[in-house]
């Protein structure tokens, strides 16, 4: 099973974060690691493909808070493992629950503000994007946690990358120009991680405390894309959580 790991985060040895890829999994074709019980896969895998994964970080599914993601700008603090009602970021500071963030080309960003011992894990889509939920999720951990944008550490994860990911001028359009770019047929392309990336930025997080994983979900077949293999991608999981 390969899990993506990040060095920013890694450098913090009471954090726990790891994201799932295709590998390691039960279920059939594409399906691979699908950890998603809402694509058509056999609910029976799924449960053996999310005991696999969560074993291999090290925990279980009952100290994890799911969302239920609608590609919003909603965020919930959680301090109880389980299944949450429509969100697309959660924050907490409780230590032992983790946040599963589900993705096939969104990218997930996950927050982690070491003085305060608090973290996020937010699903940033096009859409979340064009609604600044990183943005967001920022001016949550600073009303409710007390969180110094400068303090915090993020990950921009694995997504659909500028290579790839062709979008209509209405949706590059919601972006800086730097966030896209139009090819000589005068097909747009779209930077989901550095749209986020500007999020952070314009936010008060420092340069040095962000890191950009590179991979593009679309063309790696590591990773699950929905761009790619449409109604037979699977879901990955982004994990973040402190360790009790
Ligand atoms: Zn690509």
Known sequence: MTIVRSEVLTKFPQLLFGMSTVSGGVSAGTFGLNLSFNVNDDPANVRENRRKFFSALGITEECVAFTHQQHTSHILSVSVPGQNDTCDALVTDKKGLFLAISVADCAPVMLYDPRKSVIAGIHAGWRGTA??????????????????PADLIAFIGPSAGKCCYEVGEEVAAQFPNECSAKNGNGKY???????NLVQLLENGVRNSNIEVNKDCTIHNPLFHSHRRDGKGSGRMFAVIGLQS
């Not at 609604?131 to 110094?148: A, F, L, W």
């Not at 392309?189 to 749209?195: I, N, S, T």
Request: avoid cysteine.
């Open 189 to 195: 392309f779209l930077d989901v991680k550095h749209a």
């Open 131 to 148: 609604k600044r939920i990183v943005e967001k999720s920022i001016q949550h951990m600073i009303r409710d946690n007390g969180t110094e």
